[in-house]
């Protein structure tokens, strides 16, 4: 049996929890600031050494990892959503 949309998935996280999200992109300006923005619209406590920037060995892709207090399993599907909707985006984990 296949669920729909409108039915809520079970999570196999207990909440709230810490979680990491990695995101993706080329480097550029201010991509980092690009993800924090957007994870800030959906957590209040987000705190500076929550946030670790790594770039690839060719210095073009960069990824931006976010550990969040993660509150729901909607809370973080807004928040993939959201990245995974901007252009910069090539990939959140």
Do not use: W
């Amino acid at each position: 049996m296949y669920a729909t949309m409108s039915e809520e998935r079970p999570s196999l996280l207990e909440f709230p929890c810490q979680f990491p999200i990695k995101v993706m992109g080329r480097t550029e300006l201010e991509f980092d600031l690009l993800v924090i923005e957007i994870i800030r619209q959906h957590v209040d406590n987000l705190t500076a050494d929550a946030i670790k920037t790594r770039a690839s060995k060719s210095k073009t892709f960069v990824s931006v990892t976010v550990t969040i207090e993660a509150t729901s399993q909607q809370q973080l599907d807004n928040i993939y959503q959201q990245l995974n909707d901007h252009s910069q985006v090539i990939m959140t984990l």
